[in-house]
């Protein structure tokens, strides 16, 4: 955990799974287990804010891009689970898929778009799936900010994200990231 929290501090973001953009878990001598000790103890936020990719962020870096990006509207599927996930803090996949009783298409696109835009993210690992895998616990991103240390707001977000994230991504990447 101590050098996933180190490199996230950082750098502000680090991949799940190998990529030839920004490193991963792999990369740095992570594992899944290491990222899901942070998420338990709220020192990541579970993301896709990267090309849709799982991404996890350092508290700081969380604040900064929500303080960058604009706000997108939910469509109905994502606010509909939205609203679930609000109800029920620490729900699993299989839980949220049955309350919402929506199509699998359906359930996927509104979580994958929960999770880009930052509305939701995970708040604990759940069942372990093997050593390399576990269920999520989703909860809300406000639900998350209550549990996660706090940090201090930027005079400048735009700049203070570029001098944490600027090491691992392009000028073309980051603002990818904000956009």
């Keep these: 955990m101590g050098d996933m929290q180190a490199w996230l501090t950082q750098n502000g973001i680090l991949l799940c799974n190998r990529n030839p953009d920004i490193p991963a878990l792999e990369d740095i001598g992570c594992t ?3 990222a899901m000790e942070l998420i338990d103890a709220h020192l990541a936020f579970y993301s896709k804010a990267y090309k849709k990719r799982t991404a996890y962020l350092s508290p700081e870096a969380y604040y900064l891009i929500k303080a960058l990006r604009p706000q997108r509207p939910m ?3 994502a606010r509909e689970l939205y609203g679930v996930i609000g109800e029920n803090p620490g729900a699993d996949a299989a839980f949220l898929k049955s309350a919402c009783a929506m199509e699998s298409k359906d359930f996927r696109a509104g979580m994958d778009f929960l999770l880009l835009n930052l509305y939701v993210t995970a708040i604990a690992s759940g069942r372990k799936l093997s050593e390399n895998w576990s269920e999520l616990l989703y909860c ?7 549990q996660a240390p706090a940090t201090a707001p930027a005079d400048n977000a735009r700049e203070r994200l570029w001098e944490l994230v600027g090491g691992v991504m392009t000028d073309r990447q980051f603002k990818s990231l904000i956009r």
């Design 75 to 77: 469509s109905g599927p």
């Design 140 to 146: 809300t991103a406000g639900e998350w900010e209550r």
């Design 32 to 34: 899944w287990g290491d």
